[in-house]
């Protein structure tokens, strides 16, 4: 048996509607004054009130820090401590997409610790100990709740990580009806992006590619396949909803410790210089990445091909249903209403050339893709991309 660790947070809620009830979830692990970190759309569609209420009324002092944007910066997550030291907070609660719970995971980390960020940055620099934490999704795709990573931009657009298991909340609350109201662009985008996470961690080279990442990729891939559509085209249908989160969910558990390879190491380069959200950037590289990665990959996707779309069970070999299995993904992206070629975002043919030397940057990523990637492979992807 090939040895393998998994991280994951201590205590998972899933429950509708638990975001009311945050005073019996989660007040005695936060403590009395906490540091609730979310983004002004969300604070101004008073998405927030009920979970800041849920915490008024067990007496807890809620200090609301709105002021997360897409690609949070440093100077964003600065801003942030220094509310929660202004505060004196006890403990630091997420409420968001992954920026906020971004900024609300080294929020809790700098208060607690104290320590230098610059010494943190990197795979297991962080030393902690961090304040209590409690992160609450309201998108279902990042899965950033049970992931140890936190991404911050730096500067104009240098994306930097701090991956620790310190990153990984006390408890992650997961409501479905947060979700509810999220517009069909961003539930497509966040959803393939959930599937994306799913079949990388499935079929990466990672040496810490272990059988919980693989059955959780598995069982993410059986609900977002599932549900994905309805959820974009029935925004209000809670069942469906509530299987994305779930799928998200498992999908994050999965790539926290079995990660993610080239499609999002191609993806980088689409999201840093031209504003294309994380999913949407997944999702036009995603059909010409696995092509590229079929030649040896074709039998590991062909496992998981049925479990997102059930009517691929049609007993062909690993080629057939590999290939049937990328057409099937750039088909649900076209259904979706996504916008499928680069040339559709505003990128023009002369950028592709850069861009495959950025992605080339994304090393810590590129090592768990199944085939190897050369710059000139990255650039033939990214034209079949465009
Ligand atoms: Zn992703």
Known sequence: MTPFVFHTPPAIVFESRASRRLDEIAVKRL???????????????????????????????????????????????MKAVEAGRHARATGVLGFGGGSSLDVAKLAALLLGS?????????????KGPRLPLVLVPTTAGTGSEVTPVSIITVGEE?????????????????????????????TAATGVDAMVHAIEAYASKSANNNPLSRMLARQAL????????????DGKNVAARSAMLLGSM????????????????LAYPIGGTFHVPHGLSNALVLPHVLRFNAPEAAHIYAEIACDAFPRLDRGEGSQAICAAFIEELAALAQRLGMQTRLREVGIGEEHLAKMAADAMKQTR???NNPREVSEADALAIYRAAW
């Open 158 to 186: 240098e994306k930097r990580g701090v991956s620790s298991p310190l990153n990984l909340p006390d408890i992650a609350v997961l409501d479905p009806e947060l979700t509810i109201g999220l517009p069909p662009a961003i």
């Open 365 to 367: 990523l590129l090592v």
């Open 222 to 233: 059986q609900l977002l396949g599932a549900n994905i559509e309805m959820a974009v085209f």
């Open 31 to 77: 403590g009395k004054t906490v540091l609730f970190v979310t983004d002004p759309g969300l604070r101004r569609l008073g998405l927030c009130d009920p979970a800041a209420g849920a915490l008024r009324r067990a007496g807890v002092e809620v200090t609301i820090f709105d002021e997360v944007e897409a690609d949070p910066s440093l100077a964003t997550l």
């Open 114 to 126: 104290g320590e230098d960020l610059d010494e943190a940055w990197g795979v297991g620099n962080a």
């Open 250 to 265: 498992l999908a994050g558990q999965a790539f926290a410790n079995s990660p993610v390879a080239a499609i999002h190491a």
